[in-house]
């Protein structure tokens, strides 16, 4: 069997055991099983290939406000009588906490918010703790990107509102850093950080078809 | 402010966010979209190679999962189920864009796929236990569009042949042609590139 | 800061004027037939948005085009109703407004989406989900309803809302809240001042954050509250009669944080401020 054949039927079997006189071709041509062996591993790397990233919070805020509108979540309702005051558990902003627990992978926050992996995915506390955080998608749009997204008439406001938010970032983080054991410290650069992302989704809520 | 944790130690199982779900339980359809986001974005994402594109694609397959939750009765496990629909998500989409997802052909008659060039005897050495991962990604990234799909479904996503050819609607040999086209032309990618690499300072 | 605000408020005001001064206005009614706990959306883009309650089962809305550089799309799928203005080529902000009046059933579920104008919302017993991005928001007389709103800029009036979830987002606007009590009323801002003025209720948690803006409560003597403040680099004044708490771990700091109680503390009440001042007051 000459190469040009063997490769000419590769497709077909090379899923399969090599058998008969494909086999034999293999055993003789150094060529054809090095390809063979080199396709196999491109198949085999590309199976342990893990998810690349996250879509950023605005996907889940939208799908969010879909099913809202489309009647598809019924919201809880709490009965209108005096109520036992729960301690405190719930999250501020539900359309915000994807957001939160995605920027609580940020920096200073990472300590204090162990975000449980997805499946698969082992979770490298001390990895992320050390690096700059990962570049995410539309989330990671920079600022000047996210001001080019929006109408000329808004950009005034959007880059007052940036302004205002990096800045609240910046004094938590500062603070943060003074008060590394103080909770409330890591409350505030979350909260700085979600006030971000309100700016963020309603940007991404105009530039949208 | 509590700073918004998420209720780590109160996460619904699968089976039962399910069940809510199809109640209307806002919390159960936020808890299957943050199991799941992350394989179905990158799905997207793979098959698109733009961000803004895969995270419009995840969207709409989550909601078309959630809207037809109701009739989801258990027969396959439900992240078949979902990434079906994320896989029929992208393929819509480029379809609607004009992009020809699997080239009817077999053979290569001056459509846009490059066919990869034969290989008689290279003398460069074996690729395997030299891929690295993130090559592996940039090569996938810039395989033309045709290739990448079957190459994403098959070896990454793991469909079978048979299942790609029913999903894509070609047949299983054109899948199986498109797929091999696929991984040589990554094979090439991936020998220039670690070529490359060796040459720099 | 201040003058920012104003100055957004200003732009506000301009465009009002403009539009009732437009020569080439189109009004366009539609009506709807609809079953109980429609879903009736709003996507404006420059323009203010008013809705009321209707009689009867029906969605009415009156668009009021001001030039034809917009258009609006409508639809009703089942018991779902949604409106979005388009722009078209040569729209501007003040050619494409757009003003929406609506009537809904009281028990309709309410989104409200604009870029400019004014969001007014009142009456209703359904949810609510308003959007914007420098709007002047008005909602009252709101019961039994989660009432949802997020803006940029622009001053947030919440009067008379009870019984739902209340959660308010504004990076720079002001929030006003006047008799608003509910199971979760959650408030937070980056620039924007707070002032709540009501008796929290029984029973609910109440979450009021400003970065760097002033938050004001004015509180009835017969409130029952168990309140935590606390500011980082502002200041912290109580002018309200408050209890030592027992069982407290919190440690205050005359000055910079506080924490009490009143009445039967039924009602759980948390503020804070990286630098804004926080003031109690008794009304």
């Not at chain 2, 078949?80 to 997802?101: D, E, F, I, S, Y």
């Not at chain 3, 308003?130 to 940029?152: F, M, N, P, S, Y």
């Not at chain 3, 509910?182 to 801002?189: A, I, M």
Request: glycine share 6%.
């Amino acid at each position: 069997m000459k190469c040009a054949e063997f490769q000419e039927i590769l497709p077909e079997i090379i899923d399969r055991e090599a058998a008969g006189e494909h086999a034999a071709h293999l055993q003789t041509c150094t060529s054809c099983s090095e390809l063979v062996s080199d396709l196999k591993a491109i198949s085999e790397e590309a199976m342990r290939l893990g998810p690349t990233g996250e879509p950023s919070p605005r996907v889940w805020a939208n799908i969010q406000r879909a099913l809202e509108e489309e009647g598809l979540i019924r919201p809880e309702r709490q009965p209108g009588v005096a109520l036992v005051p729960k301690p405190r558990r719930s999250s501020p902003f539900r359309w915000l906490v994807p957001a939160t627990a995605a920027l609580a992978l940020v920096g200073a926050v990472m300590v204090y918010n162990a975000r449980q992996p997805s499946k698969g995915q082992p979770f490298d506390l001390a990895k992320t703790t050390s690096k700059p955080p990962e570049p995410r998608p539309a989330a990671d749009i920079d600022d000047e990107q996210l001001l080019a997204e929006v109408a000329a008439p808004m950009r005034a406001e959007y880059a007052s509102g940036l302004k205002s938010v990096n800045q609240s970032i910046r004094d938590a983080q500062q603070d943060l850093d003074q008060n590394p054991e103080d909770d409330d410290a890591r409350h505030f650069l979350m909260d700085a950080y979600e006030q971000r992302e309100t700016v963020y989704e309603l940007a991404m809520a105009r530039s949208m078809p | 402010m509590t700073g918004a944790t998420k209720k780590q130690n109160e996460r619904l199982p699968e089976a039962e966010a399910i069940e809510r779900a199809k109640q209307g339980d806002a919390e159960a359809f936020q808890v299957l979209y943050d199991m799941h986001r992350r394989r179905v974005y990158s799905l997207c994402l793979r098959m698109t190679t733009n961000t803004a594109e895969a995270e419009d694609l995840t969207q709409e397959a989550f909601l078309q999962l959630f809207r037809k939750i109701a009739t989801f009765r258990g027969e396959s496990a439900f992240s078949t189920w979902l990434h079906r629909m994320a896989v029929n998500v992208v393929l819509m989409q480029l379809r609607k864009k004009g992009l020809q997802v699997v080239p009817l052909d077999d053979t290569t008659d001056g459509n846009e796929e490059e066919a990869p060039k034969k290989d008689f005897g290279a003398q460069d050495p074996a690729l395997a236990g030299s891929i690295d991962r993130i090559r592996l990604e940039k090569a996938v990234e810039s395989l033309p569009p045709g290739y990448r799909t079957i190459f994403v479904l098959h070896d990454v996503e793991g469909y079978e042949h048979n299942e790609i050819a029913e999903i894509v609607g070609c047949s299983i040999g054109n899948s199986k042609s498109q797929l091999h086209k696929a991984r040589m032309k990554l094979r090439e990618l991936l020998k220039t590139s670690r070529a490359e690499k060796a040459t720099k300072p | 800061m201040g003058t920012k605000e104003r100055a957004g408020q200003v732009a506000v005001a301009l465009l009002v004027c403009l539009t009732t001064l437009s020569a080439t206005d189109t009004k366009k009614d539609f009506k709807y037939a609809v079953g109980p706990k429609a879903s009736v959306s709003i996507i404006n883009e420059y323009g203010p948005v008013s809705v009321k309650p209707s009689s009867g089962n029906q969605v009415l809305v009156s668009a009021t085009l001001h030039s034809d550089s917009v258009e609006v799309d409508n639809s009703q799928v089942g018991n779902r109703i949604e409106f979005r203005t388009h722009l078209l080529h040569g729209a501007t902000p003040q050619n494409s407004q757009v003003e929406y009046e609506v009537l809904v059933p009281s028990d309709a579920s309410v989104t409200v989406h604009s870029t400019t104008g004014l969001l007014r919302v009142e009456q209703l017993q359904g949810d609510l989900t308003v959007q914007g991005d420098a709007v002047q928001v008005d909602v009252r007389d709101i019961k039994d309803a989660h009432v949802h709103v997020k803006t940029l800029n622009g001053p947030i009036t919440l009067t008379n809302i009870r019984n739902g979830h209340v959660e308010v987002s504004s990076v720079g606007g002001d929030i006003t809240m006047s008799a608003v009590s509910g199971p979760l009323v959650e408030v937070s801002s980056t620039s924007g001042k707070i002032r709540y003025d009501g008796d929290f209720g029984i029973g609910g948690e109440y979450r009021m954050q400003s970065h760097s803006g002033d938050v004001e409560a004015i509180i009835p003597a017969d409130a029952s509250v168990d309140v935590v403040a606390r500011s980082v680099r502002g200041e912290v004044q109580n002018d309200f009669p408050l209890r030592p708490k027992v069982h407290n771990s919190f440690i205050a700091v005359p000055g910079k944080s506080l924490v009490g109680v009143a009445g039967k503390a039924a009602s759980s009440v948390i503020i804070r401020t990286f630098s804004g001042k926080i003031r109690l007051k008794k009304r």
